[in-house]
């Protein structure tokens, strides 16, 4: 079973930067593609980023391309999100996700439905 924590959440001002973390453990994080969702209140759940098990393949959401970077290190089985120029629109929790299946080195996976492993989420809040 994977354990997914992300950390790093906190207020902002618009125009600010933060950047989210998710610490993987209790299976091959360098296996897993990994992605990024959000949820912000009284909305559904929305795919924000996703990264290949290799890290050589990253996807965004059209609304935060250009401004939010994934990476991750495999070494330290992590994940990250790097938000620059944060708008109000990007206020939601904030969720990691890992797709527990074999897949090839470049695969990406930008659906819910994809993923198996969540974390517990993480409080982005912008102000404006």
């Known amino acids: 079973q994977v354990q997914l924590v992300e950390s790093g959440g906190g207020l902002v001002q618009a125009g600010g930067s933060l950047r989210v973390s998710c610490a993987a453990s209790?299976?091959?994080?360098?296996?897993?593609?990994m992605g990024w969702f959000r949820q912000a209140p009284g909305k559904e759940r929305e795919f924000v980023s996703a990264?290949?098990?290799?890290?050589?393949?990253?996807y965004y959401v059209d609304s935060v391309k250009g401004r939010f970077t994934i990476s991750r290190d495999n070494a330290k089985n992590t994940v990250y999100l790097q938000m620059n120029s944060l708008k109000s629109a990007d206020t939601a929790v904030y969720y990691c996700?890992?797709?527990?299946?074999?897949?090839?080195?470049?695969?990406?996976?930008?659906?819910?439905?994809?993923?198996?492993?969540w974390g517990q989420g993480t409080q982005v809040t912008v102000s404006s």
């Open positions: 996700a890992a797709d527990r299946r074999l897949r090839s080195p470049e695969f990406l996976a930008s659906s819910m439905d994809e993923y198996d492993y």
């Open positions: 990264i290949s098990r290799s890290g050589s393949s990253t």
């Open positions: 209790g299976g091959t994080f360098s296996r897993y593609p």
